[in-house]
């Protein structure tokens, strides 16, 4: 038996580790935290000193007993999950719920998973620091309170199974606000002037006037005013100028630059970085720091002495603007920069290449350069035309990398100007004046969204990633692709002395990947902000973490802290309860030609939805659903009235009748018992019957067996992963490897009946006669299934062994409770008792 034994977060990083650590170290993960606050209560004690209960739950049951036994044997336990307040509570948690001696008790962190990072912790060890347990403690608590006194509110006033979050919520609220702007943005149009020139030797270049007109006709006389006019360089400015790398990564950039470069989503970013951490090829990917260790310097200088030469090397030192920056102490980096690739999986290795480009970037020469400004004017007025070029003189860090911006209106970088003289003459080609329109302000993206909230100092690089998958899970936000519409602007252009006027046409407003609020996103908001100011204010959200910072470097009590909160925020929950009117986002849109009556949208139980008629009127009011892509706060009475129109029979066709209607994934074709989508922005008021008859017919000829096997059709389709083949109900991707237009029917075979092997294996235990099985699932985790239920048990639940009886309690614990309804008591019987009462009343 070890005589050591450490405990890490993670199976991946635990095998990592071990490598390093002789045969007298054991090495076991707790799989996160393996204590937490329940799920079914409150836990938190508010009318006392706020002390939290925590307790283990059920799929961690087992790795707490394999943990106290090997603890048990062991001579010494060293707590090595990570360098943050999340790890450090973690570790309280173990040394807590493990009940470990303290004698035989050690701490230790690493900001890398490298054999000497890893020999030298060992050497460091430390006890738990309790102040950064404090603050992770008082962070859950506030978190719990908040999140747990609100939702209920929220489905008393608004809707049902809604929930709210204290960094969730500012989030969303600035996704909103951002999203009415864009709303209430009115562009404003003008004319840009650019031109073409060219110089004595014949090379062409372009450039434009430093500023626009407001109006066509002022354009237009401009442009008159160079029909006849001569150009010269007035003057030329040739200026060195110096361009300096970034910083390295920090947990926010990492997240922001992966999302230009790689496209990633900031929780992909995440996923990648903790693999390639666990893997010990990057540092602690949880940090707010620019700092590079000195080792780490010395490391890049040798590589980029090695890779490009000594002109190319520059130490620097970064300071970082993050106040009270809490996490490891280095920022994100190589840990061995001589390994300039990694031959993993595709998108941990793009991740690893930027993360290698940006740091050694970091240690580079600056980028020298050559700025070249010229002023042209014309002999026929006193405006004068720039144009700026560019020249790298020597690449330094650019020969590696460049970072990348979020900034839409930036012009493209300046190219390369030709060779000029001041006073030369230059001919010219053609001069445009074209209309442009102001931009609304530009949507979040997921990286833009973590920059607002980096810089409003709301949340810290452990809440970015699952705060945004919160808010788009919970359907407050989500990824939206607008369209936009045509917009038609004018062009003038000046060429051979005659101005022509031209109407082109250009796409505006759509947008693609972009965060935008959904209809409950907006109410929630709204409710919220006006109820909640305090809570949903930005400068309270970022004096709360400010807070929580205190408490880490121990110059704040964590229980004084939520008591002055909560004597604040719980009065005002309970006001909110009693006396707030109900928010359904209510908007009144006109009158019904036919009845009269109110038109009016607002969030019903099933979704948002139009009205027309109130409860008051004596008949009930209609209703109908809006379409996934219209939304409350845009429709209009136009666009309201037609929803009413659907469903609408378009006739019959193999004697079944033909329906077109709006439903919850888009607008459809209904056949008989078959579903038949229409096409993407088909408006399903304009599909006639001929219409219908040809998308029914593609259907019907992609629904049409392609084979037979076991007397079964076969069936070969396209969706949402790519083309599959069906087969008794069984749905069965076809890869790469086959041609799928062209499957032969060995092929088909084949895919089958691997298929089915696949399904054989996947079941450990089944018991037939109670409908209960057992199933593998991804990630080498496992489900208990009896028909719709579904019980996912964690990684660390072993399954072999399970019994009948232990996988029956789960399913029945998961199995919803019927309430039972009070039966009313007859209405005979109950006249009858009352009669009987006055009569003994009259007795009396």
Do not use: C
Request: net charge neutral; proline share 4%; hydrophobic share 35%.
């Amino acid at each position: 038996m070890a005589k050591n034994l450490v405990i890490v977060e993670s199976p991946a990083k635990a095998k990592t580790i071990e490598k390093f650590l002789g045969k007298d170290f054991k090495v076991e993960s707790s799989f996160g935290h393996i204590s937490d606050l329940p799920s079914k209560e409150l836990g938190v004690d508010v009318e006392g000193d706020f002390n939290p209960k925590y307790e283990v739950s059920t799929d961690k049951k087992a790795v707490v007993k394999k943990l106290k036994d090997l603890a048990k044997k062991a001579e010494m336990v060293w707590l090595a999950s990570d360098e943050d307040r999340e790890g450090e509570a973690i570790a309280w948690h173990l040394a807590e719920t493990l009940k470990l001696d303290k004698e035989k008790t050690k701490r230790i962190v690493f900001h890398e998973i490298t054999k000497s990072a890893i020999l030298k912790a060992i050497e460091n060890p430390r006890g738990i620091d309790y102040d950064l347990v404090d603050a992770q403690q008082a962070r859950r608590v506030l978190d719990r309170i908040v999140g747990y006194e609100l939702s209920p509110v929220l489905w008393r006033k608004v809707k049902g199974g809604l929930s709210a979050g204290r960094v969730q919520s500012v989030s969303v609220r600035l996704i909103v606000e951002k999203e009415r702007d864009i709303q209430g943005f009115s562009p404003v149009a003008s004319y840009r002037i650019d031109a073409e020139f060219s110089n004595e030797d014949g090379q062409s270049f372009k450039a434009k006037l430093p500023k626009n007109f407001s109006t066509k006709e002022e354009a237009q006389k401009f442009l008159e005013k160079n029909a006849q006019a001569d150009f010269k360089v007035a003057d030329l400015q040739q200026k060195p100028a110096k361009k300096s790398p970034a910083a390295p990564f920090t947990t926010s950039t990492l997240q922001q630059e992966a999302s230009r470069k790689l496209y990633f989503s900031v929780s992909k970013t995440m996923t990648m970085a903790q693999r390639l951490y666990e893997a010990g090829l990057i540092t602690y990917m949880r940090t707010d720091s620019v700092n590079l260790s000195d080792e780490a310097k010395k490391g890049a200088e040798a590589e980029i002495r090695n890779a490009y030469g000594d002109k190319y090397s520059k130490s620097r030192n970064y300071k970082g603007k993050a106040k009270g920056a809490q996490e490891a102490h280095e920022a994100i980096r190589p840990t061995n920069f001589a390994v300039h690739s990694v031959d993993i999986d595709y998108d941990q290795a793009r991740l690893y290449d930027l993360i290698w480009k940006r740091s050694i970037a970091s240690q580079m020469s600056e980028a020298e350069l050559e700025r070249t400004n010229v002023k042209i004017s014309a002999s026929t007025h006193k405006e004068t035309f720039t144009a700026n070029g560019e020249v790298i003189t020597f690449d330094g860090f650019l020969k590696v990398y460049l970072e990348g911006t979020d900034d839409e209106d930036l012009d493209e970088q300046d190219g390369m100007l030709p060779a000029m003289k001041t006073n030369e003459t230059l001919l010219n080609s053609y001069i445009t004046a074209t209309e442009r329109y102001t931009r609304p302000p530009a949507r979040y993206t997921e990286a833009s969204l973590v920059k607002k909230l980096e810089e409003l100092g709301i949340g810290r690089p452990s809440t970015y990633a699952p705060t945004i998958s919160t808010i788009q899970n919970r359907n407050y936000v989500e990824k939206g692709t607008i369209d936009g519409e045509e917009r038609n602007y004018s062009q003038l252009k000046l060429q051979d002395g005659t101005v022509n006027d031209v109407t082109l046409s250009e796409k505006v407003g759509s947008d693609k990947g972009k965060l935008v609020p959904t209809d409950i996103g907006m109410i929630v908001t709204d409710f919220l902000v006006n109820h909640f100011e305090s809570i949903l204010d930005y400068s309270f959200t970022a004096k709360v973490e400010a807070d929580f910072d205190e408490i880490a470097e121990g110059k704040e009590d964590w229980k004084k802290m939520m008591r002055s909160f909560y004597d604040n925020f719980h009065p005002i929950v309970e006001d909110v309860k009693e006396n707030a009117d109900r928010e359904s986002g209510e908007r009144i849109l006109g009158e019904d030609p036919k009845t009269g009556k109110r038109v009016s949208v607002r969030l019903g139980k099933f979704g948002p939805m139009v009205q027309i008629g109130t409860v008051d009127d004596e008949e009930k009011p209609q209703f109908a659903s809006l379409s996934p892509d219209q939304q409350l706060n845009s429709i209009t009475f136009e666009e309201a009235m037609d929803l009413f129109q659907l469903p609408k029979n378009l006739g019959n066709f193999e004697d079944e009748e033909v329906v077109v209607n709006n439903g919850r994934f888009g607008p459809y074709v209904k056949f008989g018992d078959a579903y038949v989508s229409l096409p993407k922005g088909t408006d399903p008021l304009s599909v006639e019957l001929d219409d219908a008859i040809v998308l029914i017919k593609e259907k019907q000829k992609a629904d049409a067996p392609i084979y037979m096997y076991k007397d079964l059709p076969v069936q070969k389709g396209k969706g949402r992963f790519g083309p599959y083949i069906k087969w008794n109900n069984l749905f069965i991707n076809v890869n790469k490897k086959y041609d799928w237009d062209n499957l032969t029917d060995d092929e088909i075979v084949e895919l089958i009946e691997v298929k089915i092997q696949k399904e054989i294996d996947k079941v450990i235990h089944n018991w037939e006669e109670e409908g209960i099985r057992v199933e593998k699932a991804r990630w080498g985790r496992h489900n208990v299934i009896k028909g719709k239920i579904k019980v996912e048990l964690a990684k660390t639940v072993d399954v072999t062994e399970m019994t009948l009886e232990e996988a029956a309690k789960l399913i029945e614990a998961k199995t919803p409770k019927k309430k039972a309804r009070k039966k009313a008591a007859p209405k005979k019987a109950a006249a009858k008792k009352t009669t009987t009462k006055k009569t003994t009343a009259k007795k009396k």
